[in-house]
């Protein structure tokens, strides 16, 4: 008789991000009383960056939105002056990535307009735009701005042309694109660039994705599913995939994940419920994580996506009795770094004429800046000129720290070897090896080879060349800021208790690892058991 012994297998899976909770902000730090427009357009509505917060308003004759100081939180005053140019209802706003004091706006007058906000603020209306761009036919739905190349932003309209064009010259109004781009046959529903703007990923009113050749204009790759209609795509940053939302055969919200070199079959779909709002999907390429928010939900479900099957882990939800019209998000540079906020919405709730601020935390007990959640992630810096990218260079965008203090930045480059699933960490210490002593460290870990700091030399310091501060080495991570030796008692003892609290999160680490090597050789021995007994 022959005994077969069960595998043992984990019962969930293991991540630090399975207990991320949505925080809301009390009232006083939300935006109330703002005239939120009523469209229909299944746009964000909304756009943010650590200065300002940007939304698009109703208001008779002509179209306008609203730029808010990002600390004018409380009740907003119903004159507040406006950005206020076009002449029909505005469709959607964005902040230009590499400068937080210009925004640029399409509408229905069929026209894109590129603003100047003061350094202070909209402190009377402004009406005059620094750039007008003529070209579309019909009302201009979409803008998307270039991830990586400075002063190229893409629109497209309801005459069906993605249109492609280059601020910097001397015209203040600018009739020709460097490119319109004719491969759609309705509406463009939504725009999405890969990691360094060389992909350009499109949905379509005709439930289509494409993959376009955002300089040439050449389809690439393009859907012919008939189990998935997708209304939103977004490309997973390196993970050479894209996400839609959409509908299933039978009309159930679904979302789908898609091979960027294979747009024949989704590799995964799941439905999700039998709502009508649209899903909006923001990814995070930094933690790995999904948040899908539908239009007129007051939930706000978020996943954690890896590059082996099943690709998508459910976490869980949050959950809200206030319904979102369009959301904002706020970019990487601007969280909250102390409170350990890996990132961060703006809901905006039609009903209650409110902008809500929903913090994504990540439950930790220390206080100290948490290097694993927060890797090195795409910054203000465009990477290429305009004329750079015209000519046919690709870049990525150049990264920075979001250590406080921290002033290191560096290149990713396309086409350099990297595994597209590297960890952002690992992919800078390949292209800088001296970075970070850290990323040496989990670098060397994984071959086996892990250096050791003891205690004793962890706050030793390091002269560092380009900078003129000194560079500590604090638990095998490095600290920038000006530290100065303890010079009381009590300095003395603060930082005694510090390093006492470091030493006790790394045994606690420790501890973690052991456990995880034990499950590990067990469901080993228990596979080669069963192998054995067949």
Same mark, same amino acid.
């Given at each position: 008789?022959?005994?077969?012994?069960?595998?043992?297998?984990?019962?969930?899976?293991?991540?630090?991000?399975?207990?991320?909770?949505?925080?809301?902000?009390?009232? +006083?730090?939300?935006?109330? *009383?703002?005239?939120?427009?009523?469209?229909?357009?299944?746009?964000? =509505?909304?756009?943010?960056?650590?200065?300002?917060?940007?939304?698009?308003?109703?208001?008779?004759?002509?179209?306008?939105?609203?730029?808010?100081?990002?600390?004018?939180?409380?009740?907003?005053?119903?004159?507040?002056?406006?950005?206020?140019?076009?002449?029909?209802?505005?469709?959607?706003?964005?902040?230009?990535?590499?400068?937080?004091?210009?925004?640029?706006?399409?509408?229905?007058?069929?026209?894109?307009?590129?603003?100047?906000?003061?350094?202070?603020?909209?402190?009377?209306?402004?009406?005059?735009?620094?750039? +007008?761009?003529?070209?579309?036919?019909?009302?201009?739905?979409?803008?998307?701005?270039?991830?990586?190349?400075?002063?190229?932003?893409?629109?497209?309209?309801?005459?069906?042309?993605? $249109?492609?064009?280059?601020?910097?010259?001397?015209?203040?109004?600018?009739?020709?694109?460097?490119?319109?781009?004719?491969?759609?046959?309705?509406?463009?529903?939504?725009?999405?660039?890969?990691?360094?703007?060389?992909?350009?990923?499109?949905?379509?009113?005709?439930?289509?994705?494409?993959?376009?050749?955002?300089?040439?204009?050449?389809?690439? %790759?393009?859907?012919?599913?008939?189990?998935?209609?997708?209304?939103?795509?977004?490309?997973?940053?390196?993970?050479?995939?894209?996400?839609?939302?959409?509908?299933?055969?039978?009309?159930?919200? !679904?979302?789908?994940?898609?091979?960027?070199?294979?747009?024949? !079959?989704?590799? @995964?779909?799941?439905?999700?419920?039998?709502?009508?709002?649209?899903?909006?999907?923001?990814?995070?390429?930094?933690?790995?994580?999904?948040?899908?928010?539908?239009?007129?939900?007051?939930?706000?479900?978020?996943?954690?996506?890896?590059?082996?099957?099943?690709?998508?882990?459910? =976490?869980?939800?949050?959950?809200?009795?206030?319904?979102?019209?369009? $959301? *904002?998000?706020?970019?990487?540079?601007?969280?909250?770094?102390?409170?350990?906020?890996?990132?961060?919405?703006?809901?905006?709730?039609?009903?209650?004429?409110?902008?809500?601020?929903?913090?994504?935390?990540?439950?930790?007990?220390?206080?100290?800046?948490?290097?694993?959640?927060?890797?090195?992630?795409?910054?203000?810096?465009?990477? $290429?000129?305009?004329?750079?990218?015209?000519?046919?260079?690709?870049?990525?965008?150049?990264?920075?720290?979001?250590?406080?203090?921290?002033?290191?930045?560096?290149?990713?480059?396309?086409?350099?070897?990297?595994?597209?699933?590297?960890?952002?960490?690992?992919?800078?210490?390949?292209?800088?090896?001296?970075?970070?002593?850290?990323? !040496?460290?989990?670098?060397?870990?994984?071959?086996?080879?892990?250096?050791?700091?003891?205690?004793?030399?962890?706050?030793?310091?390091?002269?560092?060349?380009?900078?003129?501060?000194?560079? @500590?080495?604090?638990?095998?991570?490095?600290?920038?800021?000006?530290?100065?030796?303890?010079?009381?008692?009590?300095?003395?003892?603060? $930082?005694?208790?510090?390093?006492?609290?470091?030493?006790?999160?790394?045994?606690?680490?420790?501890?973690?690892?052991?456990?995880?090597?034990?499950?590990?050789?067990?469901?080993?021995?228990?596979?080669?058991?069963? %192998?054995?007994?067949?």
């Amino acid at each position: 008789m022959t005994i077969t012994k069960m595998t043992w297998r984990p019962q969930y899976r293991s991540s630090k991000y399975r207990h991320v909770f949505g925080k809301p902000a009390t009232k +006083e730090n939300c935006y109330d *009383g703002v005239p939120i427009t009523r469209s229909v357009h299944d746009n964000h =509505l909304c756009t943010v960056n650590p200065r300002f917060i940007a939304v698009i308003t109703e208001c008779a004759g002509g179209g306008a939105f609203l730029v808010l100081s990002i600390n004018h939180t409380g009740k907003v005053d119903p004159h507040h002056p406006k950005v206020s140019g076009h002449r029909g209802n505005v469709l959607d706003i964005k902040w230009n990535p590499f400068n937080d004091f210009c925004i640029a706006s399409c509408s229905e007058d069929t026209t894109v307009k590129i603003w100047d906000i003061p350094e202070h603020g909209v402190l009377k209306n402004i009406t005059v735009s620094q750039k +007008e761009l003529q070209g579309h036919s019909r009302r201009v739905g979409l803008i998307e701005w270039h991830p990586t190349a400075d002063n190229i932003i893409f629109s497209t309209g309801y005459d069906y042309q993605v $249109m492609v064009w280059k601020l910097d010259v001397p015209e203040q109004v600018i009739k020709n694109p460097v490119r319109s781009i004719s491969v759609h046959s309705d509406v463009v529903l939504s725009m999405s660039f890969n990691t360094d703007g060389s992909r350009l990923a499109t949905s379509c009113k005709d439930k289509k994705i494409r993959v376009i050749d955002p300089r040439t204009g050449t389809l690439l %790759q393009e859907t012919d599913c008939k189990s998935h209609k997708a209304s939103k795509v977004l490309f997973l940053g390196n993970l050479k995939m894209l996400l839609s939302t959409g509908n299933s055969r039978w009309n159930h919200r !679904q979302i789908a994940l898609w091979d960027q070199e294979d747009l024949s !079959q989704p590799s @995964y779909s799941e439905d999700l419920d039998g709502s009508s709002g649209v899903l909006f999907p923001f990814y995070d390429p930094d933690t790995h994580m999904l948040y899908i928010a539908g239009k007129g939900d007051g939930n706000i479900r978020y996943y954690e996506i890896s590059p082996e099957k099943p690709y998508v882990h459910y =976490l869980t939800e949050y959950r809200s009795l206030l319904p979102q019209k369009g $959301m *904002g998000v706020m970019p990487k540079r601007g969280l909250d770094v102390c409170s350990c906020e890996i990132f961060r919405f703006y809901k905006l709730v039609t009903i209650k004429s409110l902008i809500e601020t929903l913090s994504m935390i990540v439950p930790r007990r220390s206080e100290s800046y948490q290097e694993d959640i927060y890797p090195m992630t795409a910054g203000n810096k465009p990477s $290429m000129t305009a004329d750079e990218w015209i000519g046919g260079l690709d870049k990525g965008p150049v990264m920075m720290s979001l250590r406080p203090g921290s002033k290191l930045d560096s290149y990713v480059e396309l086409g350099s070897g990297k595994d597209p699933t590297d960890s952002m960490e690992t992919q800078h210490s390949r292209s800088r090896p001296g970075l970070s002593l850290l990323i !040496q460290e989990r670098l060397d870990a994984k071959e086996g080879n892990a250096r050791k700091v003891s205690p004793a030399t962890s706050l030793l310091p390091s002269t560092d060349e380009k900078s003129s501060s000194t560079t @500590y080495v604090r638990n095998g991570q490095l600290d920038s800021t000006h530290c100065s030796p303890p010079k009381t008692e009590n300095e003395l003892r603060q $930082m005694f208790y510090k390093q006492q609290e470091e030493i006790r999160r790394l045994k606690e680490q420790l501890n973690q690892k052991d456990v995880r090597i034990k499950q590990l050789e067990l469901e080993i021995k228990n596979v080669r058991n069963s %192998q054995a007994n067949l």
